[in-house]
């Protein structure tokens, strides 16, 4: 039994740094089981439910594919329109009832919040898979253990991250959970879109250094990591203000000239425009990577939650 067994994964700064480290290395182990061609059996006679009211691929995918490489089995809602959410179920109900069915639930949502309303609802584990702009704790999990397989640690480097700070629920959650690291900021994004005053003030009461600017450029110049985002669309009032904003920020190959040496390109990926093809062969682009890793963390916390790591 860890800390995190019967707890619920809502947001990004519930965790300490033991925890992550725990995380992180039980992700390992995972990995090196799977590389190896071992079968595991860990979630054996375990059932996952995945509800997923929005979009996804990546989440969704990884998060099944974990409880089956873990000998679990999944059963799943992939769209809102599919389950009785549409027919004016509320989520209370939805969760009394999936907890009959299911050891541990998954859910992406779009309201912000809803993935704690969910777990209050329920004495199953629920893991936040992205509650509208709010977070998307499991993701800035795997880009934690991304920069530290990509950088071999994540103390004393300078992280930027660019584009749509205000929607995005995974840089809210980054800068959260790298905020308690040796770890210096950029937020570089269009002034409309500009990282939520009360998460840079936070972050500035915990003594984090952040630097703001609108200059992607010079955001390059300086970083160790750069982790791009799209500009959220499905977030916007005014589909105007989002044809504005929408290539705000376009990273290209020959961009990176003025880069350090070692240079890590993150994206929690979709990508829409934000980076070019041209940048893909480039040693430190690590978005596929990123994605991959996204597997044995979400291994490691089923199985932590549920008691059987
Ligand atoms: N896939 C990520 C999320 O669900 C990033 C994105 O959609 O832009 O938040």
Same mark, same amino acid.
């Given at each position: ?35 190896? /061609?071992?079968?595991? @059996?860990?979630?054996? /006679? ?6 997923? &009211? @929005? ?78 702009? /709010? ?12 920069? @530290? ?13 660019? /584009? ?11 800068? @959260?959970?790298?905020?308690? &690291? ?44 750069? &982790? ?58 690590? &978005? ?22």
């Amino acid at each position: 039994m860890s800390k995190l067994t019967h707890k619920d994964v809502l947001r990004a700064d519930q965790f300490s740094k033991s925890e992550i480290a725990l995380i992180v290395e039980i992700a390992r182990e995972y990995e090196q089981a799977l590389a190896a /061609g071992r079968v595991l @059996e860990v979630m054996k /006679g375990q059932v996952l439910s995945t509800l997923f &009211y @929005e979009p996804s691929t990546r989440t969704r995918l990884s998060f099944e594919a974990a409880m089956l490489r873990l000998g679990g089995s999944v059963i799943s809602v992939a769209e809102a329109k599919s389950s009785s959410a549409a027919k004016g179920e509320s989520l209370y109900d939805t969760m009394k009832t999936v907890e009959g069915y299911a050891d541990v639930i998954v859910l992406r949502h779009p309201q912000i919040g809803a993935a704690a309303e969910a777990a209050a609802a329920t004495y199953r584990p629920v893991l936040n898979a992205g509650d509208g702009a /709010g977070q998307h704790p499991t993701q800035s999990l795997l880009d934690y253990y991304t920069i @530290e397989k990509e950088r071999g640690t994540v103390e004393g480097l300078i992280v930027t991250l660019a /584009g749509d700070l205000k929607h995005g629920r995974t840089v809210h959650s980054l800068a @959260e959970l790298l905020s308690s &690291y040796d770890v210096r900021f950029v937020f570089a994004s269009p002034a409309a879109l500009r990282m939520p005053v009360d998460i840079v003030a936070r972050l500035k009461a915990r003594g984090v250094s952040i630097t703001e600017t609108e200059s992607l450029a010079d955001a390059i110049r300086t970083s160790d990591v750069l &982790y791009m985002t799209r500009i959220q669309r499905e977030r916007f009032e005014d589909p105007a203000e989002y044809d504005r904003l929408k290539d705000a920020y376009v990273l290209t190959r020959s961009m990176l000239a003025g880069a350090k040496d070692g240079l890590t390109v993150m994206h929690p990926l979709p990508r829409v425009n934000e980076i070019a093809i041209d940048v893909d062969d480039y040693a430190g682009a690590a &978005y596929f990577r990123q994605a991959a890793n996204g597997l044995a963390i979400r291994m490691a916390l089923l199985a932590l939650v549920t008691g059987r790591a």
